[in-house]
């Protein structure tokens, strides 16, 4: 089945975290509402998972922030 990648493999998105701190209650927030979203809806799905992909390239970086590390 054909089908067309949020990204290409490799590219990584650019993300400007805030402080770990902040972005670690955000996405346990996310997580929090995505649990609540109905599975047989398409579209509910599709925001979550866009939207948990955003929180968790956002708490990495800002993990990788905090180390000192290139994004």
């Known amino acids: ?12 998105a650019q993300v ?15 997580l929090d509402r995505a649990a609540d979203a109905n599975i047989h809806d398409r579209d509910a799905m599709l925001r979550a998972a866009t939207g948990l992909e955003y929180r968790l390239r956002a708490l990495l970086a800002a993990l990788d922030a905090e180390r000192g590390e290139d994004q």
Request: hydrophobic fraction near 35%.
């Open 1 to 12: 089945m054909s089908h067309n990648p949020l990204r290409a493999a490799g590219e990584r």
């Open 16 to 30: 400007l975290p805030g402080p770990l701190a902040i972005e670690t209650r955000l996405a346990r927030e996310y």
